[in-house]
């Protein structure tokens, strides 16, 4: 099922110190019909080969310490999140599960065995996309109710200094921001702000 | 008596030291625990163990329990700090041909002088710099970050990356950053390679920060009551060993052969001491409180220190009592009071009003808080900066 929504383009970059290991993997990922992998062995230039090949995928060890510099890159604005895989060495079926129902984005992989590669990045890209979206409609929940609040403050300031009723207040702040070419938010924003200075 | 087991998640750096010896001299043992040290090779991983349940508690960067509990990046997991596991201790270092350059224009830097070593910068026509710190949600990058904010006009831009510690001083020797933010031993280590100098140490920008803390699931905690008290009870009696100075060369030796740090007693011993060498050719100075393990009321978590983080990382204005909540002065009461550890009468205090040491209302009648004064001189009170 997921099958269907993988690209075969997929650009995947591969973290890993052992050469042997690194080539393993990365004949392992051709083999499962993706050739866009690069596998990155100097491992201080871990933000540079992100920022150049902007890969959908980084495929790391649970135990590279280079995490950190992962998490990092992802925190700062201007890099786009990305889904990152982590295989460990020994095979731990608990560490697995708590990581899938703590829905951390990341998959862990048991022991990472070859034949099982492909269907972990998808699961892994899948998972991280229903993340993020759930993550993308969060934000925006929030984002209306601070809104919604503003807009309920920005109203009983207006209903008090012009002594109106609460649908009239809006259709006021309404009309204001549809003759200046604003939204009604950005109005109740601007009215909170000079309310706070002049307070 | 049967031992508890507890797993406890830790990074082989020189602070990790209470955990270390509560389990070697056996402090924990008294408290019927069997402290598990387990070595992470990496913050990400040590809070992906801890929140998935793998770990019951962990030494972590202070800004890591308030960024989890309020969800501000990575995995989001109510986490609480049970207590502080050690202040200060971090340093800040250039690169030896930045401080070369910087001493040919005439404008050497003065150790530990934080704000003028902003205008050295500025005055040598040095315009950006890029400074490695350990993890994002650390203590190093929210001293680097106020120093910078408020060290005057952005005149400086700056990259921060963040470098596994361990390969700090690679990471500057291959001109890969030109400075970092980092805790002991790997900066002495990067002074010992004569590939940086040491400029300021954490304390420059603020004088008590809380650096590590000891923390757990909040649910693991309300489960627990008995293995949280005993814990914090273990490391407690280990931090003050630690901080009685008659202890301080026997403690040095204890770490250095213990399994879980890996370092040599000569990597270990500026941290310990206090006695840092800013350059290899230099003679160690004596750094005041440079790392503080239970002096002053190290240990207690102010809650204002967990408010103080959670404005600088950037939380909204109704997050910062929830980020309050999980530094746990209510545990440290109940659990170390009856045990005559001295408590204070407040559980916040204005960050940064302390220019002096200063003595305080407390249980037992001798509490001598150590400054805490920022380097600019503001203060910080519950969610407002003056």
Known sequence: ?199 | MMKTVLNCGYVPLVDCAPLIIAQELGFAAEEGIDLNLVQQPSWSALRDMLALGHLDAAQMLSPMPVAMSLGLGGLSAEIDALMVLSVNGTVFGLSTPLAQKLRAADHAPAFGQAAQLHKSLNAAGINHLRIGVPFHFSMHRLLLEYWLAESGPPDLSVDIVAVPPPRMSDAISRNEIDAFWVGEPWGSVAVSREVAELVLPGSAIWAFAPEKVLAARHQWIEDHPTRVRGLMRAVHQAARWLDTSTNKSLAVEILARSEHLNLAPDLIDPAISGQLSPKAEDLPTQIDRFLVFNKHAANFPWRSQAAWIAERIGAAADDIAKAKACFRTDLYRNNLGPVGVDLPGASEKIEGAMRHSTAVSSTRGHMILAPDAFFDGKTYENGTEK
Not at chain 1, 40 to 50: K, P, S, V
Not at chain 1, 131 to 160: N, P, W
């Open chain 1, 1 to 199: 099922m997921l099958r269907n929504h993988m690209r075969e383009d997929l650009s995947i970059l591969v973290v890993e110190d052992n050469p042997e290991k690194a080539s393993q993997i990365t004949q392992a990922l051709n083999a499962a019909g993706w050739s866009d992998v690069h596998a990155l062995g100097q491992t201080a230039r871990l933000d540079q080969a992100i920022k150049s090949r902007q890969p959908d995928i980084v495929l790391i060890d649970l135990a590279n310490p280079d995490r950190d510099t992962l998490e990092h890159l992802s925190q700062v604005s201007d890099t786009k999140a990305r889904a990152v895989a982590m295989f460990v060495d020994h095979t731990d079926p608990d560490l697995t599960q708590a990581a899938l129902t703590a829905g951390v984005s990341a998959y862990v992989v048991d022991g990472l065995q070859m034949n099982r590669i492909r269907p972990v990045i998808e699961t892994a890209i899948a998972r991280f996309q229903i993340m993020k979206q759930m993550q993308s409609e969060l934000d925006a929940a929030k984002r209306a109710l601070e809104d919604r609040k503003t807009i309920d403050r920005a109203k009983g300031i207006v209903m008090r200094r012009r002594g109106l009723s609460e649908d009239e207040a809006y259709k006021l702040m309404r009309k204001t921001a549809m003759d200046q070419g604003r939204k009604v938010i950005d109005v109740a924003q601007a009215l909170v702000t000079a309310a706070d200075l002049l307070s």
